[in-house]
């Protein structure tokens, strides 16, 4: 565990620099330093991706066979939650140049919920249809732990994401 308070506190801290500096890192930006550090997050993420497929190997417990059908339904829900994650990452980027110059208009905070709120939509929808399909191949009590561990990472994820952001004014 000790590894992962590593990896959750230079998250934290890179989301921090991010949001609370206001670095514009959607793709249309792209000075040096906006460049790297999007580059470092996204390092991090993976560090978090990594610890995501330990606890998740740790608990579930499966046997050769089971695994050969489960991991290729989980490394596509990997790979869907990173593109989401991508798109995330550029929304709260504008949502800190908007910080950075002082305010938020009406239309921008309307679009940004928006799209908050569509890929929270995603990220659950990803879920329920990796968990569908793993359900196909796994036990029941199997299936249950994967959304119980699933559910609790989300949640710490988020949390830890969701306490960087300044609250809209």
């Given at each position: 565990w000790g590894r992962t308070m590593t990896i959750r506190s230079a998250t934290r801290y890179l989301a921090g620099v991010v949001l609370c500096a206001g670095l514009a890192l959607g793709a249309h930006a792209g000075t040096p330093e906006e460049d790297a550090t999007l580059e470092l997050i996204r390092d991090q993420f993976q560090d978090v991706d990594l610890r995501r497929v330990i606890e998740v190997s740790a608990s579930m417990k499966l046997d050769e066979q089971g695994a050969k059908r489960f991991w290729p339904i989980y490394r596509a829900y990997l790979a869907?939650?990173?593109a989401l994650r991508d798109r995330q990452i550029d929304t709260l980027a504008e949502y800190?140049?908007?910080?950075?110059?002082?305010?938020?208009?009406?239309?921008?905070?309307?679009t940004s919920l928006?799209?908050?709120?569509?890929?929270?939509?995603?990220?659950?929808?990803?879920?329920?249809?990796?968990?569908?399909?793993?359900?196909?191949?796994?036990t029941p009590i199997q299936t249950l732990?994967?959304?119980?561990?699933?559910?609790a990472m989300d949640a710490s994820i988020g949390s830890r994401v969701l306490q960087q952001i300044p609250l809209a004014k």
């Open positions: 869907e939650i990173v800190a140049r908007q910080l950075d110059a002082g305010w938020i208009d009406d239309p921008t905070a309307r928006a799209r908050s709120l569509a890929l929270e939509q995603a990220r659950v929808d990803a879920r329920h249809h990796m968990i569908r399909k793993a359900g196909e191949v796994i732990r994967l959304y119980q561990l699933e559910l």
